[in-house]
């Protein structure tokens, strides 16, 4: 496999630390050698590769921004950086590790008590337990709130009735974070593999995200014990789950920008080997503007990214920062795969070649963790002091 | 313990070699710098050994102007206890002048091991960990693709042609690394945390004055375009005879 040199038209990297690049060339290289070579395969075959799971943990991909517990605990930037890398090997590598860090380390890590996050977090950025996050349900997807899945109080338990529905990782998961509601409040409860009454379901013949395990969860009478509320969820509603969003469409925004990387780098070397009318595609003007459109905004989003990962670090990001980051990475990032498999031809819809893959798996990015129109929602709601939802 | 690993930034394999305006040099305004590829085999051993006798300290050290400064910090995210760069201009070093530099730190403290890469791949001229070993009156095995300790005794392994050599010797002692010798890890995120805090020390030396001097650096001249001379047993022939007569390589 060839290295990948990187998107880098107006010296981006000038404005990272050394610590932080050094963190994007480990990233960048692993993906290099250990995610390229083997990733068609796993898409074809509708595969996750299990046997990186140990390798992303012995590096640290795991929980990244998470401090203590044995994770590395890094700053904002740093984290995408990661992000972005593993998107531009595959959308569900890096969807495995936003679902494991930031839906439900994070969670844990900010709502759960001292004897959770001791009992889940160390194994889970040693990747010898895997997470999921249950929010989205079959009827309720931009509208999470009007979920139906509900917590009864049973003194000495809770009682989960209700399904889940599109979750990354749900079948393989030795924990998930259930969101339900208790007298119309939404609380996160931790629900373990192998609880009677839980049962999930593997959701096939996916043309997108094929690297990746989506899964049914089914709650029917699952008894659980009081200590698996995350305590700390129990007074703030739809904050929580919508908190753990922030975190992951934080990672979603840089991990689409990388993948958008991968298909400009695929266009531009097909464009200097594949010669038509005598001369490479790279030498015609049609060819150039879709370059240069692709690389302008893979420079912008890359900027944008990083100013919000620095008012991330800073502690002044806000969820519509993050919305406009999460919306303008997809929305491009599915451009650039889109221009690019016609770019390559015929030979854009072969697997031989990057830009299909990502083309599809762009689909689901732009539309998971908030679709597109809801991310405008946030920035107009921002903007106007107006919200354009229903009610 | 105490292990010492000598390294080389070096350009990347990747880079488009252009020679500079004084015909002598490269052309460095585009290339990106990367640590010599062969010197992560060595790093890797040195960190394998130390973990092995789980104990030791080992130090990276190089030659070079400062701008060496992230590849080594790179060293030590990986796991290297401490590095140093030796500073000095090297424009118009010798293999024989970085040597020494190197032997002179090496000799001054209480290191038992170095490793090298076989060769660093711009030069690429492999001389020197022969010049480091010859300073310190150290044996040396050079292109080392397996290798062993017990206590102060090792078993090396070389591919030469057609076979495989085995060496036995004591330390202290000198090893080039050849590919293949281990699997070189990543450094991790905690790894890269860590090194920040790693002492990463710049001595100035004065290298000996270069013994050769690099008269010219040209590329090869662009391959010819190739010619068909027709098709089918007919022909053979005539390709026989340009290969003898034009070409003269039969």
Known sequence: MEPFEGVDYMNFDSLLTEEERMIRDTAREWVSRRVAPIIEEHHRNATFPDELIPEMAELGFLGASIEGYGCPGLGGVAYGLIMQELERGDSGLRSFASVQGGLVMYPIFSYGSEEQKDRWLPPMGEGKAIGCFGLTEPDFGSHAEGMITRAEDKGDHYLLNGAKMWITNGCVADVAVVWAKIDGRVMGFLVEKGTPGYSTRRQKHKFSLRASVTSELILQDVKIPKENLLPGTENINMKGPLSCLTQARYGIAWGAIGAGMACYDAALKYGADRIQFGRPLNSFQLYQRKLAEMITEITKGQLLNLQVGRLKEAGKMHPSHVSMAKRNGCYWGLEIAREARDMLGANGITDEYVVGRHMCNLESVKTYEGTHDIHTMIIGQRVTGLSAFAN | ?250
């Open chain 2, 1 to 250: 313990m105490q292990i010492t690993v000598c390294v080389a930034v070096t350009p990347s394999t990747e880079t488009k070699v252009k020679v500079a305006p004084d015909g002598k040099s490269l052309d460095v305004a585009e290339v990106k710098f990367e640590l010599n590829p062969y010197d992560e085999f060595a790093l890797e051993e040195a960190l394998r050994l130390r973990e092995a006798r789980g104990e030791g300290q080992v130090e990276v050290l190089t030659v070079g102007d400062g701008s060496q400064k992230e590849e080594i910090r790179k060293c030590l995210a990986r796991g290297a206890d401490s590095a140093a760069i030796l500073k000095a201009d090297t424009s118009a070093a010798d293999s024989a002048a970085i040597a020494g530099a190197l032997a002179a730190r090496i000799g001054a403290g209480a290191s038992q091991v170095v490793f090298f890469g076989k060769q660093a791949v711009d030069g690429d001229n492999s001389q020197v960990p022969a010049h480091v070993a010859v300073a310190l009156d150290w044996p040396l095995v050079g292109k080392v693709s397996k290798l062993a300790f017990d206590g102060d005794s090792f078993t090396a392994q070389r591919e030469i042609e057609g076979g495989v050599e085995i060496i036995e010797g004591r330390l202290p002692a000198v090893f080039s690394a050849e590919k293949g010798l281990n699997e070189p890890r990543y450094p991790s995120l905690k790894g890269i945390m860590a090194a920040k805090k790693k002492p990463l020390e710049e001595v100035e030396v004065q290298l000996e004055a270069a013994r050769v001097t690099c008269l010219s650096l040209g590329l090869p001249p662009a391959r010819p375009e190739g010619r068909i001379v027709g098709e089918g047993a007919a022909v053979a022939a005539e390709v026989v005879r340009l290969l003898k007569e034009e070409a003269k390589v039969i």
